[in-house]
């Protein structure tokens, strides 16, 4: 599943065709198609996971779920759920949740909660930390309506780097380590983006799909944790669990 910084970088990638006109629209989405067709598009936007085309009077959310994909001025070899052609070239969204939204974009999403927008509000994602004290620290960082765009990779490389234990409950985590938390959220977002784009970012992974602990040189401990029920991967050393 990609996460916020994956869906910048696709963002920036079609720029190209903002305020461009959709000359065809072809794909199997349950929406209108037709709708689209000769509509210019006014501008891309991300937040958190969500892929974002706006239109003067709707919006086409995007979300890419597991195993979503995209080309750009190239199709693959399989029935796209959207695809827009341009008068300077193509974007086809493979395997993807589409839906259109009947406002504007602005009117739904609030940026204050991206952890890559240039809104993010520090002070809300504690706010929102402490009105869900009882909620494990693993759950809270995949919760999309405080970090958005945090996913799991995200999550096992801030709870390393904090040495936090997973399964912590927030209201036992002392102030300083969830300042740290949520400074780390929003840091190593945009390492992940710098990463992405330089092709290295599996060389930068400390915990997650790792066995050994860089720190510790023990086995790393791997469980599907918390609500969310999203693989974790983290040292019993180190990152201390607090009840």
């Known amino acids: 599943m990609p996460e916020g910084p994956t869906i910048v970088i696709l963002k920036e ?34 937040w958190g996971k969500h892929f974002l085309i706006c239109f003067d009077d709707f919006t086409i959310r995007i979300h890419f779920l597991m195993f979503g994909s995209y080309t750009i001025n190239e199709k ?21 949740s589409v839906k259109l939204l009947e406002q504007n974009a602005d009117e739904i999403y609030d940026w204050s909660v991206d952890v890559m927008n240039e809104n993010w509000n520090v002070s809300k994602a504690k706010r929102k930390l402490k009105a869900n004290n009882n909620m494990m ?85 791997k469980r599907h944790l918390g609500r969310t029920n999203r693989r974790s991967f983290f040292c019993e050393n180190c990152q201390i669990l607090y009840k």
């Open 13 to 46: 990638k079609v720029k190209i065709f903002e305020g461009k006109k959709i000359l065809k629209v072809e794909g199997n989405a349950k929406i209108d198609l037709e709708r689209l067709e000769n509509k210019k598009i006014i501008e891309f936007k991300s």
């Open 76 to 96: 693959k070899d399989r029935k796209p759920r959207l695809a827009l052609t341009f008068s300077n070239g193509e974007l086809n969204i493979y395997t993807a």
């Open 137 to 221: 620290i693993c759950d809270a960082l995949l919760d999309q309506e405080i970090f958005a765009g945090v996913g799991n990779i995200i999550k096992n490389e801030v709870l390393f780097i904090t040495r936090i234990h997973p399964e912590s409950i927030i209201n036992n985590i002392p102030v300083k380590k969830v300042n740290e938390l949520v400074k780390e959220a929003r840091d190593y977002s945009f390492d992940f983006l710098k990463w992405k784009k330089e092709f290295v970012l599996k060389k930068h992974w400390l915990a997650y799909a790792k066995k050994i602990c860089p720190r510790c040189n023990i086995p790393f401990v």
